[in-house]
């Protein structure tokens, strides 16, 4: 028997299911994030720069872009509790955080690697940032300046905090999931997670689970006080390369080449909706407050010219008389 939150969101989903899709960059979106309190979207780009949208009723309206890194913006994230900063990993060896306020750059931080992911911690005291030489740095968010320092010695994915901010997870190479203490960063336990490659991870924001999507394919869902896995999703056929959990934490996005977008029911790992695309994925975010999920792909611009990249980001959940 579906539980009444399926059929309730089914039915919503039924009303709301259009996607509408915002110029945003000149090179294909490679990141997404809601700042905290959903006002603002922010994408990071191939092509060097950030934008931020502010979202108005069922659209997003470009507010700024965002100049200064050298090289590609892989990654960015907002500060967990201030709505106005947000912080972008770039592979010019640098990471910069921004105020939307001013719209400028209020620091620029040089690390010693082509960055490549980025988070904040969820008290807002630290950075951490992943290079491509697999070295995690940790930045005082406060004085800009590096706190620590890990190499590893396996191929660092993705990372993240755990919810209560003392443990520190990192997804690897070699489908493990190794989680230090925090702020020790003294190893705490190995979870070979996945046979293969294991990409990319998230927590749900009541903080009962965690998400891990990997290269075969599969999305686990794990519970964090146990650290075991629940269940797995397995709808997607190629390599899990983003995730998202709903801001009650019901609901979990993952994405891939796959042309569609998985939208899973946690509790059951029933399927809730499915995000039609025409190619691949590259990163998915469900607003904080409502059953809206931002979304990028690698689409490409007309039909005749098919190199060049769109560059756009879209919303998936708008009404369908919008």
């Not at 000149?26 to 809601?34: D, F, G, Y």
């Not at 490659?197 to 749900?204: M, P, R, S, V």
């Not at 569609?260 to 995000?275: N, P, R």
Request: proline share 4%; hydrophobic share 35%; with cysteine.
């Amino acid at each position: 028997m579906a539980s009444q939150y399926y059929q309730d969101l089914q039915e919503h989903f039924k009303n709301n299911n259009k996607s509408r899709e915002f110029p945003a960059h000149s090179a294909k979106v490679h990141s997404v994030a809601w700042s905290c309190d959903g006002r603002r979207l922010a994408s990071g780009s191939f092509d060097k720069t950030a934008s931020v949208f502010v979202l108005e009723k069922d659209r997003l309206v470009k507010e700024n872009n965002y100049r200064g890194h050298g090289d590609s913006v892989d990654q960015l994230c907002w500060h967990p509790t201030n709505p106005d900063l947000f912080v972008t990993a770039s592979g010019d060896k640098t990471i910069r955080i921004w105020d939307v306020r001013t719209t400028k750059c209020i620091a620029t931080i040089s690390t010693k690697g082509e960055n490549i992911n980025i988070c904040w911690s969820p008290d807002g005291q630290t950075i951490a940032v992943g290079n491509k030489d697999d070295v995690v740095t940790f930045i005082d968010a406060k004085t800009n300046r590096s706190r620590a320092e890990e190499q590893f010695k396996f191929e660092v994915n993705e990372i993240s905090w755990n919810n209560d901010n003392d443990m520190f997870f990192l997804t690897n190479g070699s489908g493990c999931i190794n989680i230090l203490s925090y702020p020790e960063l003294k190893p705490i336990q190995s979870i070979n997670a996945h046979p293969s490659n294991c990409i990319c991870i998230k927590f749900d924001p009541t903080g009962k689970y965690f998400a891990t999507g990997s290269a075969d394919a599969l999305v686990s869902l794990w519970n964090v006080e146990e650290l075991v896995c629940v269940r797995c999703f397995s709808r997607l056929d190629w390599p899990v390369r983003t995730l998202s959990f709903s801001h009650d934490g019901k609901m979990l996005a993952s994405a891939s080449e796959d042309h569609f977008i998985d939208i899973a029911e946690v509790e059951t790992g029933e399927k809730l909706w499915e995000v039609q695309c025409e190619s691949p994925t590259f990163t998915v975010a469900w607003h904080p407050k409502r059953p809206l999920l931002a979304y990028a792909c690698d689409d490409k611009e007309g039909k005749y010219d098919s190199n060049r990249e769109a560059g756009t980001v879209k919303l998936f959940g708008l009404p369908n008389d919008s």
